[in-house]
């Protein structure tokens, strides 16, 4: 079992950065892969990043280099250093846990945080 919180979301301008962090509470958090998804209103929950429990890094195509994946095992916290945000990375971001390969389905994640709101001012 792994209880997740988000933490580091807020309003920021276009083109500055924000890093978000997501920290677990559980054991063995360095076996689970790990990913960050957002949502926005009346769309579905959409693929960030995510990264393996051997520490692969995976983007989803609208990322283009302007964000960063990585975890802390000893830590049990996963982060995600945005930069460059536009207004349409505006969304609510969640960060999820599960135990197995990495995947970018949300429905193979097991675990969710309650999702940190990020708003980018154009």
């Known amino acids: 079992q792994l209880q997740l919180v988000e933490s580091g979301g807020g309003v920021v301008q276009a083109g500055g950065s924000l890093r978000l962090s997501c920290t677990a509470s559980?054991?063995?958090?360095?076996?689970?892969?790990l990913a960050w998804f957002r949502q926005t209103p009346g769309k579905e929950r959409e693929f960030v990043s995510g990264i393996s429990f051997s520490s692969n890094t995976f983007y989803g195509d609208f990322v283009k280099g302007r964000f960063t994946i990585s975890r802390d095992n000893a830590k049990n916290t996963l982060y995600l250093q945005m930069n460059s945000l536009k207004p349409e990375d505006t969304a609510v971001y969640y960060c999820?846990?599960?135990?197995?390969?990495?995947?970018?389905?949300?429905?193979?994640?097991?675990?969710w945080g309650q999702g940190t709101q990020v708003t980018v001012s154009s």
């Open positions: 559980g054991r063995a958090f360095s076996r689970y892969s």
């Open positions: 999820a846990a599960r135990d197995g390969v990495w995947s970018h389905h949300v429905s193979e994640y097991e675990y």
